[in-house]
């Protein structure tokens, strides 16, 4: 699923080959590993960073750049924006999940008073698309799932949109449909689609494989072989294997998805609620066969993604028709149930896993067969734990995308991840049980990664890990503790397309602008660290502007690549800022370029040609009004190396036996993500991954009508999502691990921190506290007593 | 309204106004202390001197709409009037006829209290609170609780934790808990848990919630 | 949400002189505006009955208590007699919603909450109790639903405060402009799919609720009242229990048990109350009366797990009103 997105960016980096120097970096963990390396880059890269400590900005905490805009309520989201004339659009949505639509008659709804256009969808975006169109000769899109857009209308109000979109009649021929993903795969299963189809991912990933075979509804196996699995079970001296099954979850962002467009006849300016400008942008161009240049995207706040949020999508398309058929700008918000139901979910998964190992440990096989839902969609592979956590000697994952007449996927934090990790690591966990082992030594055995290593002695050492009991089910009465652990893996993407442009002022004051997108990751903080460092100004002094593409381009904040494409970007454009600045202030100084130094916010003299000035009094010696430098991403500097980070989570449950109540008490969260630019946001992420890993692992699930296909749960009270009262003691433990690739050294976060490992964390932490295995999600009372009750059915038969 | 940003237009309600010049009658001192018999008369007063309607005062019921109609909603201190049909919601009428977007419209359904706003004090959740039923009561949101240029303390503290990431829960959250802390100046953690039991964030920023309404209470706890 | 006429009223008379031709009475309108978003119903006229302020208040007398309805939970849940006194109405009253919706939500409409089966409160469905032939939940996903007492729909009551009030024994008064008053008791109140599915209560569309009327327990009276969900931060109950214990020293004398989440509208375990009558209050004798309160369920292809929580439920809370166990953790806080 995101091997594409790997590959295309070691294309790129694979371009370039600039003149190198060596250089000393720092390379491995604080008080672990730590040492310098020889590194080669290219000869205009800005000197090496000494390891966070040693930095005054970066790596230290420094206040969000925009939580007074946040917590004022001034922050303005795309949902907020009102522009003059502005009209309201509202989606006409099919109330069938399959069907051919005969007819859409719209003329009640344009003679309502307050409407003042209607747009006919022609071209539907998301739903997998069949690799031979001539299987379908139809007028309308095909409706695959109830709640896909089928018109719109737009109004003066919001009242009036949503009164017209309900006079909009749509006769539908209805087709058999299927919404589960047992009956999905039956050989007499209504099909969702009349051959095969597939699916395009998105900038965050997401999309599944393309040239694989598809059987009925079933698109796959995409299967990957090392060795012989079959030769590595017969090698085992233990063999373990778990059936395990993950729910479809929703996205939930708060924000929903939408846009303000506005169609003007030289410029398309679009407010969206994105991950990636650049990708509204440029699919908005590629759809109305408009120049790039013709479309402006902003994005000063957006309110969560998780994965979701990139390309215009149905909404951004809708309403930039809407737009340019009334003249006027036109806001379109989905509701909350749209939002549930069209714009994007993790998919589900049903996963038959064993794993063959040694009596000391090491592995000889793994082996999983997996198939999954993502609706009309694909992308529902989830092997990627079990191909890139552990050294193997041989390993086969099948990986089957089934469809059913539901809303497609699409990426969502760690695609595929919590998923895979959920059965590899309870069965990582049963497989310590069965070797007699601790389950920290299993892994010690079997995962090289050298940064993890560090992470599980972290946890070894940790007073949660040593208040562990290794004997399952010992705790007494009906509500029972326990502790377990697992871990997690991510991958190093490198987006290319990451641009900044630094300006200093004749003032002094200082800007950085990126058509980056912060979404609440905090990267305009980090923006403006940056340059501080540089400079030796405060942060809270240098003015970010991002968001919007006139801005130099910006990565697509999706697979945790935000920080760690851009920030290298940042420096070396504020770097090399700095020394055009001095090269130019130096004639009026009387001094030359050479002798002059940007030192703790002053420009000095090396030969103590005249005391220090500060980066102010400098600044006004400028010869003109600005100096700006724009930088773009260099490639990583040893791309080879270190493509996976991760991190190793703790939980600590008590379970009440009684009612099947699972409580997280407290989670030890111990991660990596290169150089921490901002410990206190990057804390910030990882709480956020574990809460949305426990709400997923306890609580959500979406909820499908077998009979009519349509969700039962559409809303966020029976869509059931973690609050204050679920949330545990959490303690992260931030590893700097320094990786030599960049002149900012920074990883990502977003995909890693939590989420992918605390459904197996929690389920083997029910293990150690009941000594029974819970394998499905959401682990609900109704889940955990029937596993609790087969158990004991169990135990009474042996 | 000195809170929004410059390029936002003015809405019609605001136009109307500033053309009018009839701005910003404070009615705190008649309606101080006022229980629900005051405020139920207030509504009556506020609405009547709007109202083209004309029912006999004595027969207790004034009907209004379908149509929109002008009343009178006292937010942050200042009256403003807005012309609003009867099903408009407080959040509505909020965002859409005040441009205050600062409350947020996530669930519209009550579940999420991304909409809070006090209304005489008391948190609840704007979108199920139709804009009338504010008529006569004062309505505080997040653009009214900071002391002039100072932010409140809640909203400081907020910004010190980091107890936020896409900040599109953080003025719900601040409301709620600046509400807590008026009634109770020193809550405990799980009092903090509970005055938020109905605030939803995705981004889970719970833990620094906590922990900036605890420090904003003066409270030594850090988390 | 419909277009509509707002019948603002300041007095019981003017709002009985509202109420005809469909119109609807609201209250804070969290349960009527949720259904009308919904797109479930589309009232002509609301009649807004929230600045009545002679329906508002709590009185406590000799009798008992007199609370209007349009007192709020939070007003009832935080009243420091009924704290002390009523314990189970406190309770059950104040773990309903969240908190911001206890702020706004009044008794009279908490009680006269639609169920909110997922079925009935989604415009697609039309279900029998929309007044068409077919329940959806039967065949369909009924995880949250009833597993005692449905008949033709198992909806399960939605109010939490009605489960205090079943079990305090009140009643609630009614009032039409042509009929007068009348008082119902909370058992009577509440309407049985198998009457008439199309609607909850007894109350009539031209009829208002003007009280509810709950007498003072008797002397030695303890009880509580604890709600299950699968989350704590407000959620729908899987389970509940209400437990009113007259005691004589150690013996029960009288037990009163009610349960919400089990069936369409509250109901009364006469089992589970005969297992702890005349007896001790111990572990045992109330693990009995929670195995008594689902004799003879029936639960549908999704909630049999209903049939562990409930007894857990109800033992639990027997020994919270006997002061033999503290709240539960695993009950809402
Ligand atoms: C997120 C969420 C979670 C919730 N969780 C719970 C829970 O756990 N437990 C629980 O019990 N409830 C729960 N509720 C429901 C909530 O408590 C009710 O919606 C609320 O109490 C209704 O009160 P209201 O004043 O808003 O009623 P309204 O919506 O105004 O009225 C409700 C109904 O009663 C009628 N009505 C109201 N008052 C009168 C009167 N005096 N005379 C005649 N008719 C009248 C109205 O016509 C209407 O049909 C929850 C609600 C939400 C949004
Ligand atoms: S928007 Fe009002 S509670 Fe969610
Ligand atoms: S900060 Fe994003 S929802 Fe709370």
């Given at each position: 699923?995101?091997t594409h997105?790997?590959?295309d960016?070691?294309?790129?980096?694979?371009?370039?080959?600039?003149?190198?120097?060596?250089v000393?970096?720092?390379?491995?963990?604080?008080?672990?590993?730590?040492q310098?390396?020889?590194?080669?880059?290219?000869?205009?890269?800005?000197?090496?960073w000494?390891?966070?400590?040693d930095?005054?900005?970066?790596?230290?905490?420094?206040?969000?750049?925009?939580?007074?805009?946040?917590?004022?309520?001034?922050?303005?989201?795309?949902s907020d924006v009102?522009?003059p004339?502005m009209?309201?659009a509202k989606?006409?949505?099919a109330?069938?999940?399959?069907?051919?639509?005969?007819s859409?008659?719209?003329?009640?709804a344009?003679?309502?008073?307050g409407?003042?256009g209607?747009?006919v969808?022609?071209?539907?975006?998301?739903?997998?698309?069949?690799?031979?169109?001539?299987?379908e000769?139809?007028?309308y899109?095909?409706v695959r799932?109830?709640?896909?857009?089928?018109?719109?209308?737009?109004?003066?109000?919001?009242?009036?949109?949503e009164?017209a979109?309900?006079?909009?009649?749509v006769?539908?021929?209805?087709?058999p449909?299927?919404?589960?993903?047992d009956k999905?795969?039956?050989?007499d299963?209504?099909?969702v689609?009349?051959?095969a189809a597939?699916q395009?991912?998105s900038?965050?990933?997401g999309?599944?494989?393309?040239?694989?075979p598809?059987?009925?509804n079933?698109h796959?196996?995409?299967?990957?072989?090392?060795?012989d699995?079959?030769?590595?079970?017969?090698?085992?001296?233990?063999?373990v294997?778990?059936h395990?099954?993950?729910?479809?979850?929703?996205?939930?962002?708060?924000e929903?998805?939408?846009?303000?467009?506005?169609?003007?006849?030289?410029?398309?300016t679009v407010?969206?609620?994105?991950?990636?400008?650049?990708?509204?942008r440029?699919?908005?161009?590629a759809f109305?066969?408009?120049?790039?240049?013709q479309?402006?995207?902003?994005?000063?706040?957006?309110?969560?993604?998780f994965?979701?949020?990139f390309?215009?999508?149905?909404?951004?398309?809708?309403?930039?028709?809407?737009?340019?058929?009334t003249?006027?700008?036109?806001?379109?918000?989905?509701?909350?149930r749209?939002?549930h139901l069209?714009?994007?979910?993790?998919p589900?998964?049903?996963q038959?896993?064993?794993i063959?190992a040694k009596?000391d440990?090491p592995?000889?096989?793994?082996?999983?067969?997996?198939?999954?839902?993502a609706?009309?969609?694909t992308?529902a592979?989830?092997?990627?734990?079990?191909?890139?956590?552990?050294?193997?000697?041989?390993?086969?994952?099948?990986?089957?995308?089934?469809f059913?007449?539901?809303?497609?996927?699409?990426?969502?934090?760690?695609?595929?991840?919590p998923q895979?990790?959920?059965?590899l690591?309870?069965?990582?966990?049963?497989l310590?049980?069965?070797?007699?082992?601790?389950?920290?030594?299993?892994?010690?055995?079997?995962d090289?990664?050298?940064?993890?290593?560090?992470?599980?002695?972290?946890?070894r050492?940790?007073?949660?890990?040593?208040?562990?009991?290794?004997?399952?089910?010992a705790s007494?009465?009906?509500?029972?503790?326990g502790?377990g652990?697992a871990?997690?893996?991510?991958?190093?993407?490198?987006?290319?397309?990451?641009?900044?442009?630094?300006?200093i002022h004749?003032?002094?004051?200082?800007e950085v602008l990126?058509a980056?997108?912060?979404?609440?990751?905090?990267?305009k903080?980090v923006?403006?660290?940056?340059?501080?460092?540089?400079?030796?100004?405060?942060?809270?002094?240098?003015?970010?502007?991002?968001?919007?593409?006139?801005?130099p381009?910006?990565?697509?904040?999706?697979g945790?690549?935000?920080?760690l494409?851009?920030t290298?970007?940042?420096?070396d454009?504020?770097?090399?800022?700095?020394?055009?600045f001095?090269?130019?202030?130096?004639?009026?100084?009387?001094?030359?370029?050479?002798?002059l130094?940007?030192?703790?916010?002053?420009?000095?003299?090396?030969?103590?040609?005249?005391?220090?000035l500060?980066?102010?009094?400098?600044a006004?010696?400028m010869?003109?009004?600005?100096?700006?430098?724009?930088?773009?991403?260099?490639?990583?500097y040893?791309?080879?190396?270190?493509l996976?980070y991760g991190?190793?989570?703790?939980?600590?449950v008590e379970?009440?036996t009684e009612?099947?109540?699972?409580r997280?008490k407290?989670?030890?969260?111990?991660?990596?993500?290169?150089?921490?630019m901002n410990?206190?946001?990057?804390?910030?992420?990882?709480?956020g991954g574990?809460i949305?890993?426990i709400?997923?692992t306890?609580?959500?699930h979406?909820?499908?009508?077998?009979?009519?296909?349509?969700?039962?749960?559409?809303?966020?009270d029976?869509y059931k999502?973690a609050?204050?009262?679920e949330?545990?003691d959490?303690?992260v433990?931030?590893?700097?691990a320094y990786?030599?690739?960049?002149?900012?050294?920074?990883?990502?976060i977003?995909?890693?921190?939590?989420?992918?490992?605390i459904?197996?964390?929690?389920?083997?932490?029910v293990?150690?506290a009941?000594?029974?295995?819970v394998?499905?999600?959401?682990?609900?009372?109704s889940v955990v007593?029937a596993a609790l009750?087969?158990?004991r059915?169990?135990?009474?038969?042996? | 309204?000195?809170?929004?940003s410059?390029?936002?237009p003015?809405?019609a309600?605001?136009?109307?106004?500033a053309?009018?010049?009839?701005n910003?009658?404070s009615r705190r001192?008649?309606?101080?202390?006022?229980?629900?018999?005051?405020a139920?008369t207030?509504?009556?007063?506020?609405?009547?001197?709007?109202?083209?309607?004309?029912?006999?005062?004595?027969?207790?019921?004034?009907?209004?709409?379908?149509g929109?109609?002008?009343?009178r909603?006292?937010?942050?201190?200042?009256?403003?009037?807005?012309t609003?049909e009867?099903?408009?919601?407080?959040?509505?009428?909020l965002?859409?006829?005040?441009?205050m977007?600062?409350?947020?419209?996530?669930?519209?359904?009550?579940?999420c209290?991304g909409?809070?706003?006090?209304?005489?004090?008391?948190?609840?959740?704007s979108?199920?609170v139709?804009a009338?039923?504010?008529?006569?009561h004062h309505?505080t949101?997040?653009e009214?609780?900071s002391?002039?240029?100072?932010?409140?303390?809640?909203?400081?503290?907020?910004?010190?934790?980091?107890?936020?990431?896409?900040?599109?829960c953080?003025?719900?959250?601040?409301?709620?808990?600046?509400a807590?802390?008026?009634?109770?100046?020193?809550?405990?953690e799980?009092?903090?848990?509970?005055?938020v039991?109905?605030?939803?964030?995705?981004?889970?920023?719970?833990p620094?919630?906590?922990a900036?309404?605890l420090?904003?209470?003066g409270?030594?706890?850090?988390a | 949400m419909n277009?509509?006429?707002?019948a603002?009223?300041?007095?019981?008379s003017?709002a009985?002189?509202?109420l005809?031709?469909?119109a609807?009475?609201?209250?804070?309108?969290?349960d009527l505006?949720?259904?009308?978003?919904?797109g479930?119903?589309?009232?002509p006229?609301?009649?807004?009955?929230?600045?009545i302020?002679e329906?508002?208040?709590?009185?406590?007398?000799d009798?008992g208590?007199?609370?209007?309805?349009?007192?709020?939970?939070?007003?009832?849940?935080?009243?420091?007699a009924?704290q002390s006194r009523?314990?189970?109405?406190s309770?059950?009253?104040g773990?309903?919603?969240?908190?911001h919706?206890r702020?706004?939500?009044t008794?009279?409409?908490?009680?006269?909450?639609?169920v909110?089966?997922?079925?009935y409160r989604?415009?697609?469905?039309?279900?029998?109790?929309?007044?068409k032939?077919?329940c959806?939940?039967?065949?369909?996903?009924n995880?949250?639903h009833?597993?005692?007492?449905?008949?033709?729909?198992?909806?399960?009551?939605?109010?939490?405060a009605?489960?205090g009030?079943?079990?305090l024994?009140?009643?609630?008064?009614?009032q039409s402009?042509?009929?007068g008053?009348r008082?119902?008791?909370?058992?009577?109140f509440?309407?049985?799919?198998?009457?008439?599915?199309?609607?909850?209560?007894?109350?009539e569309?031209?009829?208002?609720?003007?009280?509810i009327?709950?007498?003072?327990?008797?002397?030695?009276?303890?009880?509580?009242?604890?709600?299950?969900?699968e989350?704590?931060?407000?959620?729908w109950?899987i389970a509940?229990?209400?437990?009113?214990?007259?005691?004589?020293?150690?013996?029960?004398?009288?037990a009163?048990i009610t349960?919400?989440?089990?069936?369409p509208?509250?109901?009364r375990?006469a089992?589970?109350e005969?297992?702890?009558?005349?007896?001790?209050?111990?572990e045992e004798t109330?693990?009995?009366?929670?195995?008594?309160?689902?004799?003879g369920?029936?639960?549908?292809?999704?909630?049999?797990?209903?049939?562990?929580?409930?007894?857990v439920a109800?033992?639990?809370?027997v020994?919270l009103a006997?002061?033999?166990?503290?709240?539960?953790p695993?009950?809402?806080?």
């Amino acid at each position: 699923m995101t091997t594409h997105v790997k590959e295309d960016a070691l294309l790129a980096q694979a371009a370039d080959a600039p003149e190198k120097k060596s250089v000393e970096m720092p390379v491995g963990v604080p008080g672990y590993t730590l040492q310098n390396e020889t590194i080669e880059v290219p000869v205009t890269e800005p000197p090496v960073w000494p390891i966070n400590k040693d930095l005054k900005y970066v790596g230290h905490t420094a206040e969000r750049y925009d939580g007074p805009a946040k917590a004022s309520g001034r922050a303005r989201y795309t949902s907020d924006v009102q522009l003059p004339g502005m009209l309201y659009a509202k989606l006409v949505n099919a109330t069938v999940p399959h069907a051919r639509v005969v007819s859409i008659d719209t003329s009640a709804a344009e003679k309502h008073p307050g409407v003042k256009g209607v747009h006919v969808i022609q071209h539907i975006l998301g739903p997998a698309v069949l690799r031979d169109p001539s299987l379908e000769q139809v007028r309308y899109p095909v409706v695959r799932y109830a709640g896909q857009p089928v018109a719109a209308v737009a109004a003066m109000t919001p009242y009036a949109a949503e009164e017209a979109a309900k006079l909009v009649k749509v006769q539908y021929q209805t087709l058999p449909f299927v919404v589960d993903l047992d009956k999905a795969r039956e050989p007499d299963a209504p099909q969702v689609f009349p051959g095969a189809a597939d699916q395009a991912g998105s900038a965050g990933g997401g999309g599944g494989p393309h040239n694989v075979p598809q059987t009925g509804n079933i698109h796959g196996p995409s299967i990957k072989r090392v060795g012989d699995y079959e030769q590595g079970l017969k090698d085992a001296d233990v063999v373990v294997e778990g059936h395990y099954l993950t729910q479809v979850q929703t996205h939930s962002a708060l924000e929903t998805h939408g846009v303000v467009a506005d169609w003007k006849p030289d410029m398309l300016t679009v407010w969206a609620s994105t991950q990636g400008t650049a990708s509204v942008r440029e699919e908005l161009a590629a759809f109305f066969r408009i120049p790039l240049s013709q479309v402006r995207v902003i994005t000063e706040y957006m309110g969560g993604g998780f994965g979701a949020k990139f390309g215009p999508g149905n909404p951004g398309v809708v309403a930039a028709a809407l737009s340019q058929k009334t003249g006027a700008p036109v806001r379109l918000m989905l509701d909350r149930r749209e939002e549930h139901l069209s714009v994007g979910n993790r998919p589900s998964s049903d996963q038959r896993i064993r794993i063959g190992a040694k009596k000391d440990g090491p592995l000889t096989a793994i082996h999983l067969v997996a198939y999954g839902t993502a609706g009309c969609g694909t992308g529902a592979g989830c092997s990627g734990p079990a191909q890139n956590l552990y050294q193997y000697a041989s390993l086969h994952t099948e990986e089957n995308d089934v469809f059913i007449n539901a809303g497609p996927a699409s990426a969502m934090r760690a695609p595929g991840h919590p998923q895979g990790a959920f059965a590899l690591e309870q069965t990582m966990d049963e497989l310590a049980v069965k070797l007699n082992m601790d389950p920290l030594e299993l892994r010690d055995k079997t995962d090289s990664h050298p940064v993890r290593r560090v992470e599980r002695q972290i946890v070894r050492e940790s007073a949660l890990w040593k208040s562990r009991n290794p004997v399952a089910g010992a705790s007494q009465g009906p509500v029972k503790r326990g502790i377990g652990m697992a871990q997690s893996v991510w991958y190093r993407f490198v987006n290319m397309n990451s641009a900044a442009e630094v300006r200093i002022h004749q003032d002094g004051s200082l800007e950085v602008l990126s058509a980056v997108q912060d979404i609440g990751s905090g990267i305009k903080t980090v923006m403006a660290q940056i340059l501080a460092e540089q400079f030796g100004v405060p942060p809270a002094q240098i003015a970010v502007k991002v968001g919007d593409t006139n801005y130099p381009v910006g990565p697509n904040s999706g697979g945790s690549v935000t920080t760690l494409s851009l920030t290298p970007a940042v420096r070396d454009a504020a770097w090399q800022a700095s020394q055009k600045f001095l090269a130019d202030i130096a004639p009026a100084l009387g001094s030359s370029p050479g002798d002059l130094v940007l030192v703790g916010g002053e420009v000095r003299s090396r030969s103590d040609k005249f005391q220090p000035l500060s980066f102010r009094r400098a600044a006004a010696k400028m010869s003109s009004a600005q100096i700006s430098v724009q930088a773009r991403r260099i490639p990583d500097y040893d791309p080879k190396n270190y493509l996976t980070y991760g991190g190793v989570d703790v939980a600590e449950v008590e379970v009440d036996t009684e009612i099947g109540r699972i409580r997280v008490k407290r989670v030890l969260s111990v991660h990596d993500c290169g150089r921490p630019m901002n410990p206190t946001q990057t804390i910030s992420q990882i709480n956020g991954g574990v809460i949305q890993g426990i709400s997923y692992t306890l609580f959500e699930h979406r909820l499908l009508d077998p009979g009519y296909g349509l969700m039962v749960n559409p809303d966020l009270d029976r869509y059931k999502i973690a609050g204050a009262l679920e949330i545990p003691d959490i303690d992260v433990r931030l590893v700097e691990a320094y990786i030599g690739q960049s002149s900012t050294d920074a990883s990502g976060i977003g995909e890693a921190a939590g989420v992918v490992s605390i459904g197996a964390a929690v389920g083997n932490a029910v293990y150690n506290a009941t000594g029974v295995r819970v394998r499905q999600i959401p682990m609900t009372p109704s889940v955990v007593l029937a596993a609790l009750h087969a158990a004991r059915q169990g135990e009474e038969m042996a | 309204m000195s809170e929004r940003s410059k390029d936002q237009p003015m809405s019609a309600e605001e136009q109307a106004k500033a053309s009018s010049g009839r701005n910003g009658i404070s009615r705190r001192g008649f309606l101080k202390g006022a229980g629900l018999t005051a405020a139920g008369t207030a509504l009556l007063e506020g609405v009547q001197a709007f109202s083209s309607e004309t029912e006999a005062k004595e027969t207790g019921v004034r009907e209004f709409g379908p149509g929109p109609v002008p009343v009178r909603l006292h937010v942050n201190g200042t009256e403003h009037t807005v012309t609003i049909e009867p099903r408009t919601t407080l959040a509505e009428a909020l965002r859409i006829n005040l441009g205050m977007t600062g409350t947020k419209i996530v669930c519209d359904r009550g579940s999420c209290s991304g909409c809070t706003v006090l209304l005489d004090k008391v948190p609840v959740n704007s979108c199920m609170v139709l804009a009338m039923d504010a008529v006569g009561h004062h309505v505080t949101t997040i653009e009214g609780i900071s002391q002039g240029s100072e932010p409140h303390p809640v909203q400081a503290a907020f910004v010190k934790h980091d107890a936020m990431q896409c900040g599109y829960c953080t003025p719900g959250m601040v409301m709620s808990c600046a509400a807590l802390l008026d009634r109770n100046p020193h809550p405990t953690e799980q009092d903090v848990r509970q005055a938020v039991a109905g605030n939803l964030c995705r981004c889970g920023t719970y833990p620094k919630v906590f922990a900036a309404t605890l420090d904003a209470a003066g409270s030594t706890r850090n988390a | 949400m419909n277009s509509f006429v707002l019948a603002e009223c300041t007095s019981v008379s003017a709002a009985l002189s509202q109420l005809n031709n469909g119109a609807v009475v609201k209250a804070s309108g969290v349960d009527l505006l949720d259904r009308m978003k919904n797109g479930i119903e589309e009232p002509p006229k609301l009649v807004n009955i929230r600045n009545i302020s002679e329906l508002r208040g709590i009185r406590e007398t000799d009798q008992g208590l007199t609370i209007g309805p349009l007192t709020t939970l939070a007003e009832i849940s935080g009243h420091p007699a009924i704290q002390s006194r009523y314990q189970i109405l406190s309770d059950s009253c104040g773990h309903a919603a969240t908190p911001h919706i206890r702020n706004m939500a009044t008794i009279g409409g908490n009680l006269l909450q639609h169920v909110q089966c997922w079925y009935y409160r989604s415009e697609e469905f039309s279900c029998i109790r929309k007044g068409k032939e077919f329940c959806f939940a039967f065949g369909g996903l009924n995880q949250y639903h009833a597993i005692m007492d449905y008949g033709s729909c198992p909806s399960v009551a939605p109010s939490s405060a009605a489960v205090g009030l079943l079990a305090l024994n009140a009643s609630v008064e009614l009032q039409s402009a042509r009929r007068g008053k009348r008082t119902v008791g909370i058992k009577e109140f509440y309407v049985v799919p198998d009457a008439n599915p199309t609607r909850f209560t007894v109350i009539e569309p031209d009829e208002l609720m003007t009280a509810i009327v709950v007498p003072k327990p008797a002397p030695g009276t303890r009880s509580a009242y604890q709600k299950y969900g699968e989350k704590e931060s407000f959620d729908w109950a899987i389970a509940d229990a209400g437990v009113l214990l007259e005691m004589d020293g150690d013996i029960c004398r009288r037990a009163v048990i009610t349960m919400g989440a089990a069936s369409p509208v509250v109901r009364r375990s006469a089992q589970a109350e005969a297992a702890l009558t005349g007896k001790p209050v111990t572990e045992e004798t109330a693990r009995a009366a929670g195995r008594a309160s689902v004799e003879g369920a029936q639960p549908l292809s999704m909630n049999a797990y209903k049939l562990d929580l409930f007894p857990v439920a109800v033992y639990r809370t027997v020994l919270l009103a006997a002061g033999k166990m503290g709240r539960d953790p695993s009950a809402a806080a």
